[in-house]
């Protein structure tokens, strides 16, 4: 702390922006430090936005994260760096006393997961993933309406993630690396989504596997059907393609037994369908429409809810174990892809 404000680091300069601005918009924080190994001379955004934000005047700049860790006025790190390097760097701030904000996904193993969450455990720090969808205004409506039964006993729930990488590579070209598989790199949104609003645990997992798009990439499926079987009973699946031609989006709908939601991160309304709305002339059930805000990339959100963990002591509902169980959802599906097998899920970390 220091004028009476937790001092944060943002480790990472891609997605790591929109952490910068929530970080600057927030009165229980001072961005004291951005960190990025590029060197100079750093790409056109990169460079571009570290003068949009004023951040060569306002805050130190490191291009090792080894910098933050020995830094100790830092309170609280972003970590926004490519996937392979969360474990390592999250593990590391936390032994160092540093509160971590970690962007999805948590990792890419399943181990390391195991190993981050034991650092939770034993260092006592605080740690969130940062999954979007659990801030996107139509997903967390959705997910009050299931809890209050809106729909009856929900019973079947479908989410997706679509979303073409052909131009998404980043920098270096980083996701275009075999370790990163579709369905836990960036379908991890939709099975976090899943997860959440079902709020159960995930039994077992199967999942289906095709590469149609992105033959250049050495993955060896782009697009997924996972499906997953919750102990409560619910039946899920997720559609994950990372080479589909339409725009990006993550529809998702809920079935119950009394009425259906249609939902996605991107439309200002969601539908709804319930019993009461039975339209006997017709013999059918209408869906009315909803409004609801758009905000997709809801860093504000994680941040404020950081700050309120920190210095409030709210609930984490994203906490480190949500994150490793989302990885495991994820890594159970694609096994099975490609077994063929169904694959049992790991719950316990
Ligand atoms: N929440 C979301 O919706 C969302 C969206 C995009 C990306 N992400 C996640 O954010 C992370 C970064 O993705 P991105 O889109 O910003 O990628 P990017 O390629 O746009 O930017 C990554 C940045 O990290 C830097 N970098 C490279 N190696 C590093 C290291 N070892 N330590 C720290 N920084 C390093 C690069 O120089 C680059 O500036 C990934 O984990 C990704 O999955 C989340």
């Known amino acids: 702390m220091k004028n009476g404000k937790l001092q944060a680091a943002v480790l990472g300069l891609g997605e790591g922006f929109r952490h910068v601005k929530a970080y600057r918009e927030n009165p229980d924080f001072e961005l004291a430090v951005v960190c990025d190994p590029h060197p100079d001379p750093l790409p056109e955004r990169l460079a571009r936005r570290l003068v949009e934000y004023d951040l060569a005047n306002t805050t ?16 609280v790190v972003s970590v926004v760096s490519p996937d392979f390097y969360h474990a390592e760097q999250c593990i590391a701030l936390m032994e160092a006393g540093k509160d971590v904000l970690c962007e999805k996904p948590m990792t890419l193993d399943l181990d390391e997961a195991a190993a981050i969450a034991e650092t939770v455990r034993r260092t ?6 940062a999954h979007p969808t659990r801030y996107t205004p139509a997903f967390i409506l959705a997910r009050k309406m299931i809890a209050r039964g809106d729909i009856g006993e929900l019973f079947m729930a479908e989410t997706e993630y679509a979303h ?5 590579g980043g920098v270096g070209n980083w996701r275009k690396d075999k370790r990163r598989d579709p369905l836990l790199g960036g379908g991890c949104h939709a099975v976090d989504f899943l997860r959440w609003a079902v709020d159960d645990l995930i039994d077992e997992a199967f999942g289906y596997g095709v590469k149609k798009g992105l033959l250049d990439w050495p993955v060896d499926f782009d697009s997924y059907f996972a499906l997953y079987k919750f102990k409560n009973g619910v039946i899920g699946k ?4 990372t080479a ?12 119950g037994t009394k009425g259906t939601i249609i939902c996605d991160n991107l439309s200002p309304e969601m539908q709804l369908s319930s019993v009461p709305f039975f339209d006997s002339k017709n013999d059918s059930t209408p869906f009315i429409s909803i409004p609801v805000e758009v905000n997709n990339h809801n860093v504000e959100a994680q941040v404020k809810l950081m700050g309120d963990i920190i210095l409030r002591g709210a609930e984490n509902h994203a906490d480190v174990v949500e994150g490793a169980r989302t990885v495991a959802a994820c890594a159970a599906a694609i096994e099975a892809a ?3 097998k169904p694959v049992k899920v790991r719950n316990d970390f």
């Open 338 to 340: 490609h077994t063929g």
């Open 164 to 168: 073409n990488y052909r131009l998404a």
């Open 238 to 241: 997720v559609m994950c393609s």
């Open 244 to 255: 589909v031609s339409r725009p990006y989006t993550m529809r998702s709908v809920f079935y």
């Open 60 to 75: 130190r700049r490191y291009h090792d994260y080894k910098e933050i860790v020995n830094d100790p006025e830092i309170d």
């Open 124 to 129: 006592g720090r605080n740690f969130m993933i």
